[in-house]
């Protein structure tokens, strides 16, 4: 990750990983790459502290550790860890530049009488605040990592925003998430995470706690071991039938040699009688968006990126950027044919929506006129390719193909943005902080919109890239199981996307 983008703080339960290997928390710790490795209070295990120590060469932070206020510094990003709110009040001076405090202390409570909420730990951190001279950015493990929240204060009189970011695993109905936090100098902060049995063996689809000591037990001991095997090596082992050898097979490969594995020889949506695919991404406010204030499309043909942005959205001018969209499309192709990851379940849904309801003049040209197509649909429902990543979120597929996202647009995320959207729409905090309130605290909040929409535009081109690794890899079938050529196409790996 290049400096820029910020340090990456790599969060963790001990019971998330409790049960995995030796082998699995160095893939952790190699998949990540994070600079800094925080261990949450809950659950704390010094079992697991030492293996992790011993998996990470780096600092491991345990806020179970000695009552003191550390400070660590990585990528020109300074972070100041608390074992205990209380001891903010008389942090050392290198902990008073840290842009980021970390103390799992800092927590919201809700009054059992009044039903208000309040912020654990808030008076030493507004204390801190004061000597500090701004607000950090707080991060806790006492909150999962999708917490994202401002808190409200006052410091010599002045309002202050206390920004508070949760960093524990998040909670899933299988495995916890593990989260790893990119976090700018300036308090911004993006998450990426993966289910915690996507590491080691367990990596590689079909194979669980079971599977992995049975292939073990059989000197399959990594996932390079396993895609060099056949599917017939594989069924020889008990308990794994023809289909799940080559679910194994198929998914070994791909995660070790990092491309797409084509399983069936239904062809990529567009036909190639189609128009070109143009390749779009939608920024809105939430899973049910009442704004679109972010359209971004690129087009290979012309390798052309345009956006359509409304740098100062409300609930009350929703539709201008669907019109200015609909508008240039209708203008500039007859016939489109557009291209976005899982667009049938969100992207095409709600503009077809914003379509209906603020530029109903263009709606029969969207229905009858725009075709609309869905390549995590087609390779992931359908089942008809198995893509490299540790999960099928874009960007998890496009960065194991090799793209390259750095810099701002690194420490960005589209649930953070999503929640910024949001804060701007209600316009609460920020209005009541820009006469004199703290400008770092606002910062950390406000909208960038010149990184939106360079963060957009790699969200296009990476969906680019990740097509046209899916239409150029080759078809594998059965009879690839015994000889085939285990060289990756050059073509799916896709780079230079630093500069977006």
Known sequence: MSEEAGAELLALRCDAVANRGDAALRDVCDYFKPDLVYIVRESSDVRVVSRLRRAFDGPVVSAAGPADVRTETAADVSFAFASSAALLENAPNDALSAEYVVCDDIEPTTDAVTLEASLAGREPLIRYSAQAGGSPTVLTGALEASYDHVWEATVDDDPVGLSVRGVAPLRRSGAAELACLTCDPQGSVAVSSVPADRFGL?????????????????????????????????????????????????????????????????????????????????????????????????????????????????????????????????????????????????????????????????????????????????????DNAVLPGRTNRLEDVADALGCDRSGATAALDGKTLAERIRRTLEDSRDSRLEAGGDANAVAAAAIDWDVVRRYCEADVRELAAVYDAISAAPIETAEDAG????????????TGLADF
């Open 202 to 382: 367990q990596a590689v689809a079909g194979v669980g706690p079971t599977t992995a000591e049975r292939l073990r037990s059989n000197g399959y001991d990594t996932r390079a071991a396993v895609a060099e095997a056949s599917e017939t090596d594989l069924c020889s082992i008990t308990g794994i039938g023809a289909s799940t050898a080559q679910e194994i097979v198929h998914s070994a490969r791909a995660l070790a040699e990092s491309r797409v594995i084509r399983r069936t020889v239904e062809p990529v949506p567009p036909s190639p009688d189609a128009a070109t695919p143009l390749f779009v991404d939608i920024e809105t406010d939430g899973l049910q968006p009442t704004v679109i204030p972010l359209i971004g499309v690129y087009d290979p043909d012309r390798d052309e990126y345009v956006d359509f942005v409304d740098t100062d959205p409300s609930r009350e001018e929703p539709g201008t950027v669907i019109r200015e969209f609909v508008s240039w499309l209708a203008a500039e192709y007859d016939s489109p044919s557009l291209v976005a990851w899982n667009g049938h379940s969100f992207d095409y849904e709600h503009i077809a929506r914003f379509v209906a309801r603020y530029a109903p003049e263009y709606h029969d040209f969207w229905r009858e006129n725009v075709s609309t197509y869905d390549p995590y649909d087609w390779a992931v429902r359908r």
């Open 483 to 494: 000889e085939r050529d285990r060289t990756t196409n050059d073509s799916t790996t896709q």
